[in-house]
């Protein structure tokens, strides 16, 4: 046992040194069930990372966004750090489309570290574990993580619960605007940004974007800037990167990144409670197959879901409430 712990000081050592291949050996162990050990061994020296959330509908061009965006931020002289949720390939289950291959150039970098990782079916668009590789690659010393969204379109509402700033990418295709305000996109924006500004169209979007947020209340204090971007030409980059340091500054200042830090500190408590009731609930309390055998009944209504779930949940109560007499 303390050979294991000798270890895991060893390693987190060398991650708080920046050590690339500590980095992605410990988050792949964090990428596994078996990590909670290894995180708060790791929480305490995070907190100083700044994080930028990129989303939008496929197609918008997140990835050239990102990429341009990180070069701007290395020519700053800051250490980024970059999660690219990939979609999952139905095979393995590990990310399909593989942003490092996309991002050869910046990867030789000595001050990025990028990740792809698979969203293993989350609606979110986010993988279930990204926010403790955002740990990770925070406690490792980055000054930024970008963090790069599925993709899906209209479900991807969860990376604002995540990031400190969160930028909305559209981009000039029929539809795109009354599809991103069905979806709620604008509700979580920060930054909107229309990429591909070249293209027809592009006008006529910023305009509509500009009345949308005109009828949307306005956080006190921030007016929501609405970017031309062409990321392939490198147009428009600078000024979104300003947009960001602006809102990152705009939040501090105001005390409004602390709240909201300690906000989202709340829904990860609470995140991690209903995991270990899951847990708990599937290998001890009612176990899957014992709930498979209820099937016939409910189907054929002699029981119903409602009572079943309210016994499973007294006996996790009852249970409870004898451990903390």
């Not at 990867?107 to 990204?130: K, P």
């Not at 969860?158 to 305000?181: F, H, N, W, Y």
Request: proline letters at 3%; one cysteine or more.
């Amino acid at each position: 046992m303390k050979g294991r712990q000798r270890e895991t000081v060893k390693g987190i050592r060398a991650l708080l040194a920046g050590e690339k291949r500590t980095i992605a050996r410990i988050i792949s162990a964090v990428e596994s069930e078996d990590s909670e050990e290894i995180l708060e061994h790791i929480f305490p020296h995070s907190g100083s990372a700044y994080h930028v959330g990129i989303t939008g509908p496929p197609g918008a061009g997140k990835s050239t966004l990102v990429s341009a965006i990180a070069k701007r931020l290395l020519g700053k002289r800051k250490k980024v750090g970059i999660i690219a949720v990939d979609p999952s390939s139905p095979f393995s289950g590990g990310a399909l489309l593989g942003d490092r291959v996309r991002m050869t150039d910046l990867a030789l970098d000595e001050n990025v570290f990028i990740r792809s990782m698979a969203s293993r079916g989350s609606l979110g668009g986010l993988a279930q574990a990204t926010k403790d590789v955002a740990l990770v690659l925070d406690a490792a010393g980055m000054d930024y993580i970008l963090i790069e969204t599925i993709g899906v379109g209209q479900v991807e509402l969860d990376i604002a619960q995540v990031c400190d700033t969160t930028v909305v990418v559209l981009v000039p295709e029929s539809g795109d605007s009354i599809q991103a305000m069905k979806a709620g996109l604008l509700e979580i924006a920060d930054i909107m940004v229309v990429n591909k500004g070249d293209r027809e169209g592009c006008e006529r979007l910023l305009t509509e974007l500009k009345f949308a947020f005109e009828m949307r209340e306005q956080k006190v204090g921030w007016d929501y800037p609405i970017l031309k971007t062409t990321a392939t030409e490198d147009e428009g980059v600078e000024e979104l990167v300003v947009a960001i340091e602006s809102h990152a500054s705009y939040l501090s200042k105001t005390g409004r990144l602390e709240d909201e830090r300690k906000k989202k500190l709340l829904l990860r408590i609470h995140e991690l409670i209903e995991k270990r009731i899951r847990f708990h609930l599937k290998e001890n309390i009612m176990p899957e197959r014992d709930i498979i055998k209820l099937l016939d009944k409910m189907y054929e209504r002699k029981l119903n879901p409602y009572r079943i779930a309210g016994q499973i949940a007294r006996r996790i109560i009852r249970l409870a409430d004898r451990r903390f007499v």
